[in-house]
């Protein structure tokens, strides 16, 4: 298992860590991935932290990588908007992460009247964000999302995701955006165009069925569903489409 494949792609939230506790077997597996000179990739829908904020979380649970192997919806939605959307403007909401992904890719943001609104989660959401977002949209302005999660696993519990509020501006305007994150293809493409490496090398190791795992499924690559995050085994079980691989703990992989 573990030499079959080159690319790793670990989701964060719920799977190398629930919030500010790290998931001690996850922390495992990548030393020992590392001890044989593989470089996971950390892969998340997750728009509100920096590479280097991501980095020093993965950090501070004993978890060493460079800014090359930290993939976030929030840089995919820069990239994808550089790429598709060249010299657009953009309203954003979102925190750090997204921020500063817009600006790495020369993106400029505006206030008012943009071509495009692109909304991740902002842990400071307000009514008057929500109501220019929805006036963009209604005058116009694309909507891109980066990730549809209607929730996150933190230390308490589950919390409302970037998905909630997108959501609720699109039931208001009733215009559906494009999502970025997982399920969709943007982020797993975007890792093989930079690793160069092949389908059949990719692995995808996620706690959510609807995001990481129907990701993999789609892609065409090998899935691993770990217990313990947003989805139960027991609710995996159930799917039509199973993952390649069910664990109800990383450690069954050492
Ligand atoms: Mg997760």
């Known amino acids: 298992m573990m030499e079959a494949f080159t690319a ?16 001690q077997a996850a922390v495992e597996l990548i030393a020992k991935l590392q001890e044989n000179s593989i470089e996971p990739y950390y892969i998340t829908n997750n728009s509100s932290a920096t590479p280097e904020q991501v980095v020093e979380k993965l950090a501070g649970f004993g978890i060493r990588t460079k800014l090359e192997y930290v993939v976030t919806s929030a840089l995919v939605a820069a990239h994808y908007c550089r790429e598709n959307l060249p010299g657009k403007t953009v309203q954003m909401i979102g925190e750090a992460g997204l921020a500063a992904a817009l600006e790495a890719e020369g993106i400029q943001q505006v206030e008012t009247s943009p071509d495009l609104v692109v909304m991740g989660i902002d842990r400071d959401i307000t009514y008057e964000k929500l109501a220019q977002a929805c006036l963009a949209i209604r005058g116009g302005a694309k909507f891109i999302a980066t990730n549809g999660d209607k929730a996150i696993p933190t230390e308490r519990g589950l919390v409302p995701g970037a998905g909630s509020f997108v959501k609720l501006v699109e039931f208001s305007t ?3 955006p494009i999502f970025m994150g997982k399920p969709e293809a943007y982020m797993l493409d975007y890792i093989r165009e930079k690793s160069g490496c092949e389908k059949k090398d990719m692995v995808l190791i996620g706690d959510n069925y609807d995001t990481d795992i129907l990701a993999g499924i789609r892609y065409g690559i090998t899935t691993i569903h770990v217990n313990g995050g947003v989805t139960s085994s027991e609710e995996v079980r ?7 691989y069910l664990l109800s703990n990383l450690a069954e992989l050492h």
Not at 11 to 21: A, C, K, M, S
Not at 238 to 244: A, F
């Open 8 to 23: 790793y792609c670990f989701d964060l939230d719920g799977t190398v860590y629930h919030g500010t506790e790290p998931v």
């Open 174 to 176: 009733g215009v559906s």
């Open 238 to 244: 159930e799917k039509e489409r199973q993952p390649n």
